[in-house]
Structures are given as C-alpha cells and as structure tokens.
C-alpha cells in the first residue's frame, strides 16, 4: 500500500503535534507500506519532499530572561485581521496550497491513500485536490474538535463559525476515511460528515530511550511541552500554586520544564520561589525530549478548564511508567483517570523510580496504531 502524507507539523520542526504524524509514518513503512511525506522539513530516514514555512517559528533561548513582546504595530495588526478574514479555513492555507504543488514532484509514486493530518484544520483541503489527481482514496486524521472547542480566536465569532461549519461538511463528506484521536472528535465528525466512516485512532507513543542524566537534585519532575500556546484557554497558574506549595514542604524535588513557553510563563515558574528546582530547558528535538522523559521520577500534566482530550503527552508518559500528576480541574482529569488527589500532596510524597518501576496504564505502540489503520482502509477498499 502507498500513502502519501501531508502533515504541517513533522520533525525536525519542534512541535508536540509532530509526534503523531512522524511516528505513524514510520510505523506503515516498518509493516510494508510505501509512505511519502510533505511536511515542512523532514528528518533523516524520512522519504518525501520539503514545502517551506515562509517564516520558520524562531526557538527562544531556555535560560534568557523573560524580555516582554513589542506592542505590535497598527500595520501588522491590520495584516494579522486581514490574514484572519480573508484566508479560509485558516491562514495555513497558503502552506497547504504549497504542499500540495510539492506533492507533484514525487515523480514516480502513485499513492493509493492520502493521509492529512491536522492542526491545522486547512490541510484538509489537500485531500480532495490530491484523490483527484491521483485517483487515490483520502483519510483525514482529525486531532481536535473543528468548532465545538476551537483554539482559534477568529472561530468565537458565529458567522465566522456558521461560514467555516460549510467549509467543513463540504470537506469531510469527500473523505472515504476520517480518524479522530477519541470519541469527542470523532463525535463532531459524525455531526459534519454523516455517513462517513469514522473511526477512532487514539493517541499513541513509541517505548522510551534511554535515560539521560537530568543532573544533580534528588527527585526530577518533567513537564513537556507548552501551556497556553498549545490551548490559549490552559494557564500557568495551577502548575506554578502546585510548584510553590510542594517546594514549601521538601526541597530535594527538582521540576524540568522542556518546551516553549511565553515570557510570562517563564517569570510565573521563576516566582514560585523554587529557585534553582525550577529548570527551564526551552524546545528541545523529539529524541532528546524522550530521553529527558525516561529518566524522570514523575510528570506533572494540565489542561484548561474545558478541555475534554487528553495531551498526547500523556501516552509518552505512560510508556515511560512514571507516575503522571494532574495539576488544575476540568473534565480532562475523569476523562484521563487521573488520581483525584491534591497535586501538591502528590508531589510531596513522589519517591525516587527505580529502573523498570512502573505506575499506571501502558500506552499503544505507533506499530499498534499503523496496523489499526491499515484494517481500516483495508475495510474501506472491500466495502
């Protein structure tokens, strides 16, 4: 089977929604697929072509201190409302438009399946430009909700959620397969795209590497990657009460936090008054974020309020079998059965792990997860 994937978020760029779409790929291609990937860069082993980013996301520096963005000017705030009006269903459709004229370059390959992979929900609309031109089928993996909880300031407006609701049904009822990572995205896709097949392909994580040292301190707690740039609605502030209490309590705990996080964010922690137990490490490469993640002692997890999926994160932490703590209220918490208990009682009485100790469920494998995929559109081609 040949899959051509389209994905705006792949490594080397640093993004927690490049792990799905990387593992995936490698996955189908270990069980006999042939993959092809457009994406905006991609790593060594990886087959596909390149579509650019225009402007590439600059990484902050871990331990700089926090410098506060310059007001934006009048003209760029005029762009950014003219990019947010004027360009449907987001303003990555310039890049999909790309991607798409990239795809034309894979000179002899002949997908059977076109698989796109969203945030952004744009990239949907490579699906049915390239089945068109390749006679393929097209899957479209859905990883957030598209209107019902959008992270786009724009979507708070009706009409512009009535006007991109079209946009959606007259995308996703083209699909001959949509994915969503769990029930409430793939509930959302049965209201847009009745009498789709619609299946659920949840997260997933691949076994972790080799620990690194994560340096001198007695018990290290890891959070990976952003707050509220990757949910406008999560804040800072329940992780940073929890920080506080728990270093009032022990002093020999020593919390990592690796990946990009705002200025205010970075102050917030350094206010905690945990002092050097706080470590900023900023974005780092996927393999080095594992490696970081196995040898840590336990993991600290949040989400906004309203929330109603569980971080892909998460299943990176289980696989590593660490004790995971919840840190804020929502039903995200019952959904990804979290211990109930206070966060700050929990990380007061978070032991050392020892090697091969484990705690909680066990997370799928992306091989799991490729081979699931391949019943379904296996399913779809006998109808």
């Given at each position: 089977?040949?899959?051509?994937?389209?994905?705006?978020?792949?490594p080397?760029?640093?993004?927690?929604?490049?792990?799905?779409?990387?593992?995936?790929?490698?996955?189908?291609?270990a069980?006999?697929?042939?993959?092809?990937?457009?994406?905006p860069g991609l790593?060594?082993?990886?087959?596909g072509?390149?579509?650019?980013?225009?402007?590439?996301?600059?990484?902050?520096?871990?331990?700089?201190?926090?410098?506060?963005?310059?007001?934006?000017?009048?003209?760029?705030?005029?762009?950014?409302?003219?990019?947010?009006?004027?360009?449907w269903p987001?303003?990555?459709?310039?890049?999909?438009?790309?991607?798409?004229?990239?795809?034309?370059?894979?000179?002899?390959?002949?997908?059977?399946?076109?698989?796109?992979?969203?945030?952004?929900?744009?990239?949907?609309?490579?699906?049915?430009?390239?089945?068109?031109?390749?006679?393929?089928?097209?899957?479209?993996?859905?990883?957030?909700?598209?209107?019902?909880?959008?992270?786009?300031?724009?979507?708070?407006?009706?009409?512009?959620?009535?006007?991109?609701g079209?946009?959606?049904?007259?995308?996703?009822v083209?699909?001959?397969?949509?994915?969503?990572?769990?029930?409430?995205?793939?509930?959302?896709?049965?209201?847009?795209?009745?009498?789709?097949?619609?299946?659920?392909?949840?997260?997933?994580?691949?076994?972790?590497?080799?620990?690194v040292?994560?340096?001198?301190?007695?018990?290290h707690?890891?959070?990976?990657?952003s707050?509220?740039?990757?949910?406008?609605?999560?804040?800072?502030?329940?992780?940073?009460?929890?920080?506080?209490?728990?270093?009032?309590?022990?002093?020999?705990?020593?919390?990592?936090?690796v990946?990009?996080?705002t200025?205010?964010?970075?102050?917030?922690l350094?206010?905690?008054?945990?002092?050097?137990?706080?470590?900023?490490?900023?974005?780092?490469?996927?393999?080095e974020?594992?490696?970081?993640?196995?040898?840590?002692?336990?993991f600290?997890?949040?989400a906004?309020?309203?929330?109603?999926?569980?971080?892909?994160?998460?299943?990176?932490?289980?696989?590593v079998?660490?004790?995971?703590?919840?840190?804020?209220?929502?039903?995200?918490?019952?959904?990804?059965?979290?211990?109930?208990?206070?966060?700050?009682?929990?990380?007061?009485?978070?032991?050392?792990?020892?090697?091969?100790?484990?705690?909680?469920?066990?997370a799928?494998?992306?091989?799991?997860?490729?081979?699931?995929?391949?019943a379904?559109?296996r399913?779809?081609v006998?109808?």
């Amino acid at each position: 089977m040949n899959v051509l994937l389209i994905a705006r978020h792949f490594p080397p760029l640093v993004s927690g929604g490049a792990r799905r779409p990387y593992l995936l790929a490698l996955a189908l291609e270990a069980l006999g697929a042939e993959v092809r990937v457009v994406a905006p860069g991609l790593p060594p082993g990886v087959k596909g072509v390149v579509a650019p980013l225009l402007h590439a996301p600059p990484l902050e520096q871990a331990d700089a201190p926090p410098v506060p963005a310059p007001p934006p000017t009048l003209s760029a705030r005029l762009r950014d409302l003219a990019r947010s009006w004027l360009l449907w269903p987001d303003a990555e459709i310039r890049w999909v438009r790309r991607a798409v004229r990239a795809a034309g370059s894979l000179e002899g390959f002949r997908p059977d399946w076109i698989l796109t992979t969203s945030p952004p929900e744009s990239i949907h609309c490579a699906g049915p430009a390239l089945r068109r031109r390749h006679q393929a089928r097209w899957v479209a993996d859905l990883r957030d909700e598209w209107l019902a909880r959008p992270f786009r300031a724009e979507l708070s407006h009706p009409w512009r959620r009535m006007v991109e609701g079209v946009i959606a049904r007259r995308l996703l009822v083209r699909a001959d397969l949509i994915i969503g990572v769990d029930a409430v995205v793939a509930r959302e896709a049965r209201r847009l795209a009745p009498g789709r097949p619609i299946e659920v392909l949840a997260q997933f994580a691949a076994p972790p590497p080799p620990p690194v040292d994560l340096g001198p301190g007695g018990v290290h707690v890891l959070y990976t990657g952003s707050v509220s740039l990757s949910d406008p609605a999560c804040g800072i502030e329940p992780l940073c009460a929890a920080i506080a209490a728990t270093v009032r309590r022990r002093s020999d705990l020593v919390f990592h936090f690796v990946g990009r996080l705002t200025p205010e964010e970075r102050a917030a922690l350094r206010a905690t008054g945990a002092g050097d137990a706080v470590r900023l490490h900023g974005p780092r490469p996927y393999d080095e974020t594992r490696a970081m993640q196995a040898a840590a002692d336990g993991f600290l997890v949040t989400a906004a309020p309203d929330a109603t999926a569980i971080p892909g994160k998460v299943y990176e932490y289980r696989a590593v079998g660490a004790p995971i703590i919840a840190v804020g209220e929502g039903p995200w918490r019952a959904i990804g059965g979290y211990d109930p208990g206070d966060a700050a009682d929990r990380l007061s009485s978070l032991a050392k792990r020892r090697p091969g100790e484990r705690d909680g469920p066990v997370a799928d494998t992306p091989e799991d997860a490729a081979r699931r995929l391949l019943a379904m559109m296996r399913a779809v081609v006998r109808g």
